[in-house]
């Protein structure tokens, strides 16, 4: 227990001694006594002595550039943790910095707390204009989960607890906390302020699901002739592999890995449907979503993609809303997934039938053509490197070095990944997500290093780096051991659009040729310039063998990619033909 020793009264003949406490270190007691270890932020008015004390006090405070790329990883922490995440900001302009990435992370069901201090109430509410004001509370709450402020010194502990209960039970999701400067300096005795503190109980209980609801699944299932598993980010946040992997093998029910829950079971393993997408999402009859939700990503559950054959969903969610969101659930199963799937586990221990052999016979088939064409594609050693030769290399790495984290973001350079890059373990692969943002690059990145100790190893679209790129300078500070490949295409999706007025570069260009590894260089980092598959590999394999900070500048040619990567059809299109 930190506190501030301070003599008051001193005019009094006994001389009192009396141990006081203040704001700053409530909220540092606050947050060890709940095992928040790390805390990820810039410093700033009014919070520079709150990280700086919090160091002092052995939390890990990991500094940014930039609050968004601090709030990205701090939401991965959360994602990988089951903890929440903390990200530190200073008022008006770092809130609003940190701020998309509460909101991303909040879409994303990633736990999160976006702690940061505000200006004075009676200033911001008279709207009179005090250093960086903004009523912070009010802007951030249709954006997160839960909102909080704390005014007394004496409630930290209760606004910390509930802020840690909010994010992370239930669906998981991002959580503000708002501290005005004058909070810090609050002083109170330090005995009061110990038992002020509140040590978060079982912070996600277990939801288990009704037994009825579990019945009603089974028998749903039991019907089907052409089941299929689909894992969601929410199956890989629940930390509940073994008894996935029970309920897959046991069932013998193929599975199809969302993008951050490949890894789950391995995508090489027999079950896995990964390489039949197409094929099982229109063909089978029954399906099981394990923390998936039928949003764009899964195309709402229906149209072309689904097929015009009946189908029925069973759905694991702890999130009952989520439920006939864009389809009829036949049989919903509301509960944690440990829990539900320990349960339909028992329920398939009697009177369960394997799938058909020809339904995974045919799904194999598909397999087989499928893997076959990718395989000609990596292989082709083109110069300059389009995305797939450039890929076949990483997929090698990762497959070597299957404990490595994989972040992942940009348009081609995303979506060609996710397809060719084979996962081996749970939560290894970190990308874009629900919303498809750009820029949690360098953030998902360091807060992986930082919170596994796992080598990382980041491939980022040009376009995509850019948004996070500065905090190449923070993977150096810390001597982090990421390795950002940039797969360097001049620009977004493609590097060959012109302006036709030929004014000015065509909107979707960089300056050509870039040499992003001297950026790394800058800072005391490895840069590496590849134009081929063989350099390419040699590079990630040193970076990773060594551990140091390395950036890889990988030339890819500039007309490989196509518009939007694999969601062009999204793009809206103009019907007026300029003459
Ligand atoms: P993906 O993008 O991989 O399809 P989504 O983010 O759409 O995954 O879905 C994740 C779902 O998982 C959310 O609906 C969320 O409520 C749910 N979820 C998260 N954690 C748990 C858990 N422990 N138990 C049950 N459901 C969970
Ligand atoms: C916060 C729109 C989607 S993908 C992308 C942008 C700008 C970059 C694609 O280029 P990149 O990849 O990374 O070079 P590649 O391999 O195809 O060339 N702002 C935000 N999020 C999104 N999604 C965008 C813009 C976008
Ligand atoms: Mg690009």
Redesign the pocket.
């Known amino acids: 227990m930190s506190a501030v020793a301070q003599v008051i009264d001193v005019s009094a003949a006994a001389e009192t001694e009396q141990e006081l406490t203040d704001g700053f270190h409530l909220v540092i007691d606050a947050l060890k006594l709940n095992d928040i270890d790390t805390i990820y932020g810039v410093p700033g008015i009014p919070i520079t002595d709150l990280g700086r004390m919090a160091q002092a006090e052995g939390i890990r405070v990991v500094s940014f550039r930039h609050e968004q790329n601090a709030g990205n990883a701090a939401a991965i922490a959360g994602f990988l943790t089951k903890k929440p995440g903390v990200c530190l900001t200073v008022s008006a302009p770092g809130f609003l910095n940190g701020l ?1 990435a509460l909101a991303n992370a909040t879409t994303n069901c990633f736990p999160m707390i976006l702690i940061s201090g505000s200006s004075e109430r009676e200033i911001v509410d008279l709207q009179q204009g005090d250093y960086e004001e903004m009523d912070q509370l009010a802007i951030a709450k249709p954006l997160c989960k839960a909102a909080f402020r704390v005014l007394h010194a004496a409630d930290i502990g209760i606004g910390v607890a509930r802020a840690i209960r909010a994010a992370v039970s239930g669906r998981p999701g991002g959580v503000y906390l708002d501290l005005p400067a004058k909070l810090f300096s609050q002083v109170m005795d330090a005995d009061a302020g110990a038992k002020s503190l509140v040590k978060v109980i079982d912070a996600a209980p277990a939801q288990l699901p009704s037994p009825s609801a579990v019945t009603r699944a089974l028998d749903v299932l039991k019907s089907a002739k052409k089941p299929l598993i689909i894992l969601g980010k929410g199956a890989a946040y629940a930390q509940a592999d073994a008894e996935i992997r029970s309920f897959i093998e046991t069932s013998g029910i193929p599975f199809l890995p969302m993008s951050m829950a490949k890894g789950l079971l391995p995508d090489n393993h027999p079950l896995s449907a990964g390489a039949a997408r197409s094929t099982v999402l229109k063909d089978s009859d029954v399906v099981v979503l394990v923390g998936a939700r039928l949003n764009w990503l899964l195309s709402h559950g229906k149209g072309k993609t689904w097929g015009d054959a009946p189908k029925k969903f069973i759905q694991i969610d702890i999130e009952p809303k989520e439920m006939d969101s864009n389809v009829e659930i036949a049989a919903p199963l509301v509960g944690d997934i440990g829990s539900v799937i320990e349960a339909l586990n028992e329920g398939i221990k009697t009177g369960w039938k394997a799938p058909a052999a020809e339904w995974i016979d045919a799904i194999n088939a598909r397999k087989e053509v499928n893997i076959g064409k990718m395989a000609q594609r990596l292989l082709k050693n083109s110069t300059p490197m389009d ?1 797939h030769s450039a890929l076949g290399a990483l997929k090698q790495v990762i497959k070597e070095r299957p404990d490595a984290i994989l972040v992942n ?8 990944a996710r397809g060719v890059i084979d996962m081996y373990q749970p939560r290894k692969r970190l990308d ?1 997500g629900t ?5 949690i690059g360098m953030g998902f990145a360091i807060g992986a290093a930082v919170e596994t100790g796992k080598p990382v190893l980041a491939v ?8 996070s790129g500065m905090e190449v300078e923070t993977i150096c500070r810390y001597n982090l051991p990421v390795c950002v490949v940039i ?3 001049n ?5 060959t659009d012109t302006d036709p007025t030929g004014r000015d570069p065509g909107t ?1 260009v ?1 300056v050509a040729d870039s040499r992003y590894d001297k950026m790394m260089e800058a800072f005391g980092g490895v840069g590496v310039h590849v134009t081929t598959p063989d350099e390419l590999k040699r590079a990630v394999d040193e970076a990773m063998d060594s551990g140091k900070p390395t950036l890889i500048n990988a030339v ?1 040619d500039p007309a490989a ?2 518009e ?2 694999n969601i062009g059809s999204l793009n809206p299109q103009s019907v007026v033909k300029k003459k």
Not at 409 to 416: F, K, R, S, Y
Not at 435 to 439: E, H, I, P, Q
Not at 460 to 467: H, K, L, P, R, T
């Open positions: 998309t995305f973001e940009g348009a081609n350079t995303l979506d060609l874009v919303w498809g943002v750009m820029g980022e679209g040009d376009s995509a780096f850019g948004f797969f360097n295409n620009g977004i999706y493609r590097g979707t960089f890819i990619g196509s939007s990567g």
